[in-house]
């Protein structure tokens, strides 16, 4: 960069002796500006290219031929470009040089001879100032081609993201309502029902999947991804996501060995962050491998780290793409019949949750075809000091409890109605705040079932309106609802929640909280 700068601010010199040359060049020197003679036209042209800041010409040493180079090389300046030229002319003379110099070129300045130092170097600056503005118009106007080109490319993705969404979305929703049809026409089978509800809830699982890729990003990019940090037992913890993970390959016919070559490993890391991070690499290799693919699962563990490796035999990653592989909304070209799925972020997710734990992942491919290998390692820590626990024993289910269900959408509050009630417990509705804070006073309830977001007074509200019940005092408030940021917990604890849950919620979560 410090050969760039004192080029562009530097003067070149043709005059028709070398003489002449090292007295200008001499002048321009004691006068604080840098000079270089030239023994050629072409020797001009070639400072030109390798971007000089200005050149002074005696009109002597610009002959016709001359002149007729430099009108070729300036007619190809880019826009941004007007090359300043500094004349030297005879006094009084009107030559036919100095007439077709200043008809051809649009920055020339001509300065009479015998000229004076002073003048002389004013201009010499003054074109190099000039110089030095259009070489920065060039800098922006390049910065903003470069922006203008990654906003394009940045849209362009976005673009087919939505359109991936859509069609992700989509998908489960067909399912979704024609097992819906069939509970309204077939109500009567136990399998048609069995069925359908197996349907439903395989759906609402790989929607609450995406709906929880889509947070996660968000939560990436404005950095509130919040690690409740603990020692973990990585070997453990990998053998409970392989073992998870094996109804996704039996779907597909897939053959999935898990080489755990490791009795203990311990890491700093949050578990339920760590298992999404094992549980997306897996299912990743599952969506790119083909049906009878192979997929291979192993940890390997050294001195310093633990190595977490899945190995598949897919479609592999081109090489213009592997580059790129972590970055948001990217994906390989599919064919339009999209079976893989997805979204092109859990990729990402996986990197900045390794990161966040202090490890890195890296991915491996010989191209298209030829499967390809993600690796995650993360430094690992001695084994923490384990006092002996005494066991305490599960929490059996006790009487049926009155349980109040508040929620604004009907569907949502009638159908979680219907299942309390079929697991035997007495449960009252109602759809906004006001209404609810009356009837938990009418109806005494055990347990309030309580959305946030309700018309008259949000559920933060309403449960504050219930704690300063004395008659309420011992009610449990569980809050279910789609809020499920860190602050979101905070402000559910605050307002006195005994527990908060995010939909959509497994009604089998619920009923076990309802134990505690």
């Known amino acids: 960069m410090a050969v760039q700068q004192s080029l562009d601010r530097q003067v070149l010199i043709l005059a028709p002796t070398g003489k002449d040359g090292t007295l200008i060049e001499g002048a321009l020197k004691a006068a604080g500006v840098s000079g270089r003679r030239c023994a050629s036209i072409d020797e001009v042209l070639d400072g030109i290219e390798d971007e000089a800041g200005a050149a002074v010409i005696a009109e002597e040493a610009l002959n016709a031929s001359g002149l007729a180079k430099v009108m070729a090389s300036l007619s190809v300046q880019p826009p941004w470009s007007d090359f300043p030229i500094l004349l030297l002319a005879r006094s009084g003379a009107a030559s036919d040089t100095v007439a077709r110099t200043l008809q051809a070129l649009a920055n020339v300045q001509v300065i009479e001879r015998p000229t004076q130092v002073g003048e002389l170097a004013s201009a010499a600056r003054i074109a190099l100032r000039g110089r030095q503005r259009q070489y920065q118009i060039r800098d922006s106007l390049e910065a903003l081609a470069e922006r203008e080109t990654q906003l394009r490319e940045s849209d362009r993705r976005k673009d087919e993201f939505?359109?991936?969404?859509?069609?992700?979305?989509?998908?489960?929703?067909?399912?979704?309502?024609?097992?819906?049809?069939?509970?309204?026409?077939?109500?009567?089978?136990?399998?048609?029902?069995?069925?359908?509800?197996?349907?439903?809830?395989?759906?609402?699982?790989?929607?609450?999947?995406?709906?929880?890729?889509?947070?996660?990003?968000?939560?990436?990019?404005?950095?509130?991804?919040?690690?409740?940090?603990?020692?973990?037992?990585?070997?453990?913890?990998?053998?409970?996501?392989?073992?998870?993970?094996?109804?996704?390959?039996?779907?597909?016919?897939?053959?999935?060995?898990?080489?755990?070559?490791?009795?203990?490993?311990?890491?700093?890391?949050?578990?339920?962050?760590?298992?999404?991070?094992?549980?997306?690499?897996?299912?990743?290799?599952?969506?790119?491998?083909?049906?009878?693919?192979?997929?291979?699962?192993?940890?390997?563990?050294?001195?310093?780290?633990?190595?977490?490796?899945?190995?598949?035999?897919?479609?592999?990653?081109?090489?213009?793409?592997?580059?790129?592989?972590?970055?948001?909304?990217?994906?390989?070209?599919?064919?339009?019949?999209?079976?893989?799925?997805?979204?092109?972020?859990?990729?990402?997710?996986?990197?900045?949750?390794?990161?966040?734990?202090?490890?890195?992942?890296?991915?491996?491919?010989?191209?298209?075809?030829?499967?390809?290998?993600?690796?995650?390692?993360?430094?690992?820590?001695?084994?923490?000091?384990?006092?002996?626990?005494?066991?305490?024993?599960?929490?059996?289910?006790?009487?049926?409890?009155?349980?109040?269900?508040?929620d604004d959408n009907l569907d949502a509050a009638m159908t979680l109605a219907m299942v309390l009630e079929l697991n035997g417990h007495k449960v009252d509705t109602a759809h906004d705040g006001l209404e609810a804070i009356q009837r938990a006073r009418e109806f005494g309830p055990d347990v309030v079932v309580?959305?946030?977001?309700?018309?008259?007074?949000?559920?933060?509200?309403?449960?504050?309106?219930?704690?300063?019940?004395?008659?309420?005092?011992?009610?449990?408030?569980?809050?279910?609802?789609?809020?499920?940021?860190?602050?979101?917990?905070?402000?559910?604890?605050?307002?006195?929640?005994?527990?908060?849950?995010v939909k959509p919620l497994e009604p089998s979560v619920l009923l076990e909280s309802l134990v505690g």
Not at 356 to 367: K, T
Not at 369 to 376: D, E, R, V, W, Y
């Open 450 to 501: 309580l959305d946030i977001g309700l018309p008259g007074a949000s559920g933060y509200d309403v449960a504050r309106a219930i704690r300063a019940e004395p008659a309420l005092a011992g009610v449990r408030l569980v809050a279910v609802t789609g809020y499920g940021r860190e602050e979101d917990r905070r402000r559910c604890e605050d307002a006195g929640f005994d527990l908060h849950l």
């Open 162 to 406: 939505l359109a991936m969404l859509a069609h992700e979305l989509r998908n489960p929703l067909q399912p979704i309502g024609t097992a819906a049809d069939v509970l309204r026409t077939h109500g009567e089978s136990r399998d048609a029902v069995g069925y359908a509800a197996d349907v439903i809830d395989r759906q609402v699982r790989h929607l609450s999947r995406l709906l929880e890729d889509l947070l996660d990003v968000s939560r990436i990019t404005t950095g509130k991804i919040v690690l409740r940090r603990e020692p973990v037992e990585i070997c453990a913890l990998a053998r409970r996501v392989a073992d998870g993970a094996r109804a996704w390959f039996e779907t597909r016919a897939h053959k999935l060995e898990v080489d755990i070559d490791c009795e203990e490993a311990w890491v700093d890391g949050d578990p339920a962050r760590l298992y999404q991070i094992l549980s997306n690499l897996l299912h990743n290799a599952a969506k790119y491998t083909p049906e009878k693919g192979e997929i291979r699962f192993k940890i390997r563990v050294d001195a310093m780290s633990a190595h977490v490796t899945v190995e598949d035999n897919g479609v592999g990653i081109d090489a213009e793409v592997l580059p790129h592989i972590f970055e948001l909304f990217t994906q390989a070209d599919r064919s339009l019949d999209r079976s893989a799925g997805g979204l092109g972020i859990g990729l990402r997710i996986v990197q900045k949750l390794a990161e966040l734990h202090g490890g890195q992942v890296a991915a491996e491919s010989d191209g298209l075809g030829k499967g390809s290998t993600f690796t995650m390692s993360l430094p690992t820590i001695p084994a923490p000091h384990r006092a002996a626990s005494p066991s305490v024993a599960a929490p059996e289910a006790g009487a049926p409890l009155r349980i109040l269900v508040v």
